[in-house]
């Protein structure tokens, strides 16, 4: 079993910053990607962001050259920087980690004004 801890959500105005932590309760070196996801209320998950084990990167075109993945595999965390935030970004945001299944983190509120 593996615990995904998420941190680092919250208020902040349009056009500002936020820094997505996931910490993992073991090494994530087994994990084949691990990322975020966010979703609206009533809404199917969406990816946001991944990075394979390789370090290879993917993203949302709605997020792309304002978001960026990074990992720390010292901490065993995972990282969502978060630049340029727009009210659309207004939504809770999922950590995931995968390997034969997947888990996920308990989700963080992110609230962008305008």
């Known amino acids: 079993q593996v615990?995904?801890?998420?941190?680092?959500?919250?208020?902040?105005?349009?056009?500002?910053?936020?820094?997505?932590?996931?910490?993992?309760?073991?090494?994530?070196?087994?994990?084949?990607?691990?990322?975020?996801?966010?979703q609206a209320p009533g809404k199917k998950r969406e990816l946001v962001a991944s990075m394979s084990s390789d370090g290879s990167t993917n993203?949302?075109?709605?997020?792309?050259?304002?978001?960026?993945?990074?990992?720390?595999?010292?901490?065993?965390?995972?990282?969502l920087q978060m630049n340029s935030l727009k009210p659309e970004d207004t939504l809770i945001y999922y950590c995931f980690a995968r390997e034969l299944r997947v888990y996920w983190g308990q989700g963080t509120q992110v609230t962008v004004s305008a």
Do not use: H, K, P
């Not at 820094?19 to 084949?32: G, N, W």
């Not at 949302?60 to 901490?75: K, L």
């Open 59 to 79: 993203y949302a075109d709605s997020v792309n050259g304002r978001f960026t993945i990074s990992r720390d595999t010292t901490r065993n965390t995972v990282y």
């Open 3 to 38: 615990q995904l801890v998420e941190s680092g959500g919250g208020l902040v105005q349009a056009g500002g910053s936020l820094r997505l932590s996931c910490a993992a309760s073991r090494s994530i070196f087994s994990f084949t990607a691990m990322g975020w996801y966010r």
